[in-house]
Nanobody, 123 residues
Framework: QVHLVEFGGGLGQAGGSLRLSCAAS????????MGWFRQAPGKEREFVAA????????YYADSVQGRFTISRDNAKNTVYLQMNSLKPEDTAVYYC????????????????WGQGTQVTVSS
């Protein structure tokens, strides 16, 4: 059974930093591209960042480009999201997800999802 578990959410300040982690089990992690998505209250889930199986290719939403960095450690079955220069509009539940063949920016193409972790950014 596949499990994706996010860690590291919480309360941050505008201009500050938080680091999210997502630990995967039950799948061959290095076969999957990994993504981070977020969902704010009353809004649809949106793409944040994604990384290919090797970590050599990354993708970012325009809203986080230059502020967030996605990375992975295949030896630890873990994907990370380093969030710098936080803004109040980054407040959302953040989800990690895994896809073997889907388009990295598409929420519909991911096979497995974590339960989410809340990130709240105060101004």
């Amino acid at each position: 059974q596949v499990h994706l578990v996010e860690f590291g959410g919480g309360l941050g300040q505008a201009g500050g930093s938080l680091r999210l982690s997502c630990a995967a089990s039950g799948l061959t992690f290095s076969n999957y591209a990994m993504g981070w998505f977020r969902q704010a209250p009353g809004k649809e889930r949106e793409f944040v960042a994604a990384i290919n199986w090797s970590g050599g290719i990354t993708y970012y939403a325009d809203s986080v480009q230059g502020r967030f960095t996605i990375s992975r450690d295949n030896a630890k079955n873990t994907v990370y999201l380093q969030m710098n220069s936080l803004k109040p509009e980054d407040t959302a539940v953040y989800y990690c997800a895994a896809t073997m063949t889907g388009k990295p920016r598409s929420v519909y193409d991911y096979d497995y999802w974590g339960q989410g972790t809340q990130v709240t950014v105060s101004s």
